[in-house]
C-alpha cells in the first residue's frame, strides 16, 4: 500500500522533470534543430543566425536578402504559429498578394517536427527578455 502512495506521488515530480528536461534539450546548440538549421537554413540565414549583409534593403530584382533569426532581426517579432507556416509554405503564406521572396516552403524537404526543432533552436539563442516577448507575441495571436 505504501508502495502505490509513493509512486502516485512521486509520478507528478517525475512527469514535470521530464518536461524541464525536454525544455532544456529541445533547441540548444547541440539539438537536432542547430543540425537542422545548418543543413537547410544557414545557407541563407548564416551559420550564427547573422542573415545577409543589408537584409533591410532591396536587391536589385526587388527581393529582400535573408532577414537575421537572432535577436537582431524581426523573426521574434512573429507568432509561433507564423512562423511554423512561414517555413513549411514559405513567406507566401502570409504575405501580401504579389510579393516575391527567396524564402522557399519547406513542407516536402522537412517534417512537422524537425521544423518545431529548427524553431526551437533558434529561439534558444535569443536573449530571455526577447523569448518572454515572442512568448506573449504567440499568446496574442492565439
Avoid: N
Avoid at 529541445?26 to 545557407?43: D, K, Q
Avoid at 504579389?98 to 536573449?127: H, K
Amino acid at each position: 500500500m505504501r508502495l502505490g502512495v509513493i509512486a502516485a506521488l512521486a509520478a507528478p515530480t517525475i512527469v514535470v522533470a521530464g518536461g524541464f528536461l525536454w525544455l532544456s534539450t529541445a533547441g540548444g546548440p547541440g539539438s537536432a534543430g542547430a543540425g537542422i538549421y545548418a543543413e537547410h537554413c544557414s545557407a541563407c540565414h548564416g551559420a550564427a543566425l547573422e542573415g545577409q549583409p543589408d537584409w533591410r534593403s532591396r536587391k536589385p530584382d526587388g527581393r529582400l536578402p535573408a532577414p537575421p533569426h537572432d535577436a537582431s532581426g524581426h523573426t521574434w517579432h512573429h507568432s509561433d504559429d507564423q512562423l511554423f507556416r512561414i517555413v513549411k509554405e514559405g513567406t507566401a503564406a502570409l504575405a501580401p498578394p504579389g510579393y516575391v521572396s527567396d524564402m522557399p516552403g519547406f513542407s516536402g524537404v522537412l517534417t512537422d517536427r524537425q521544423i518545431r526543432d529548427v524553431l526551437a533552436y533558434i529561439r534558444s539563442t535569443w536573449p530571455s527578455d526577447i523569448q518572454a516577448r515572442q512568448q506573449q507575441i504567440s499568446r496574442a495571436a492565439r
